[in-house]
């Protein structure tokens, strides 16, 4: 069973047409979690780290924020520059292995101008 | 800063080759990890290290080897490659425990 899940798999967007994507988690003790965004061909770029429920990051035209069990990604008046695949990473408090992350499959979002 | 650095970014190889792929990062992070992405499948956890000296294995160790003998360095060695570990392979680096990780730029291996 996946511990992090991302949704949806893809989204398509015309430009300015704000929306979401949802990062949820199945197991308990958050240390974090983590939004980075891929383009094609390169690694993945950093975009916020969560801490706690209720905490929020803002960046230009993102914003993400955390509940107890899922993370949203808001994407308002999205420019085609937007498009990429946005990656969720979460780490757990396990034991011995509190450094690891997980992460979700990814949302490829295409936004058209 | 170059960041995190791998070499090389594309590479073919024959089944059963051995070879290394090249991590380094100039930041002083002391955490250093090893993914691969395969399409559908995410980023998943191959080796980690939190300092020189110190490694362990993450989700999918099997066929790779990692060591850590400077801070700034964190090899990936392919013992024998198979078709199976044709993958996209990302380093990446972390200042602490808790904060963002840094990737590098990716290498792109086939095995044939």
């Known amino acids: 069973e996946d511990q992090v899940t991302q949704s949806p798999e893809a989204l398509r967007l015309q430009e300015g047409e704000s929306s979401s994507l949802n990062c949820s988690y199945t197991?308990?003790?958050?240390?974090?979690l983590f939004w980075y965004r891929q383009d094609p061909g390169k690694g993945p770029e950093f975009l916020f780290t969560?801490?706690?429920a209720g905490e929020e990051k803002e960046k230009e035209r993102l914003k993400a924020t955390l509940t107890k069990k899922e993370s949203f990604l808001h994407i308002t008046a999205p420019k085609p520059e937007d498009s990429a695949t946005y990656l969720c990473?979460?780490?757990?408090?396990?034991?011995?292995?509190?450094?690891?992350?997980?992460f979700g499959k990814g949302t490829l979002l295409t936004v058209n101008p | 800063n170059a960041g995190v650095t791998q070499t090389p970014k594309f590479q073919v190889l024959k089944t059963g080759q051995s070879m290394t792929l090249q991590c380094a990062q100039d930041?002083?992070?002391?955490?250093m990890s090893w993914y691969r992405q395969d399409p559908g499948m995410g980023l998943r956890l191959i080796h980690y290290?939190?300092?020189?000296?110190?490694?362990d294995q993450g989700e999918v160790p099997n066929g790779y080897n990692v060591s850590r003998s400077t801070t700034e360095d964190f090899p990936l060695r392919l013992l024998s490659a198979a078709p199976s570990q044709t993958s996209v392979y990302f380093c990446?680096?972390?200042?602490?425990?808790?904060?963002?990780?840094?990737f590098g730029q990716g290498t792109r291996l086939t095995v044939v």
């Open positions: 990446a680096s972390r200042r602490t425990a808790d904060t963002e990780a840094f």
């Open positions: 197991v308990s003790g958050l240390r974090g």
């Open positions: 969560l801490y706690s």
């Open positions: 990473a979460v780490q757990f408090n396990s034991g011995g292995s509190n450094y690891k992350l997980t």
């Open positions: 930041m002083n992070h002391e955490y």
């Open positions: 290290s939190v300092g020189a000296g110190i490694t």
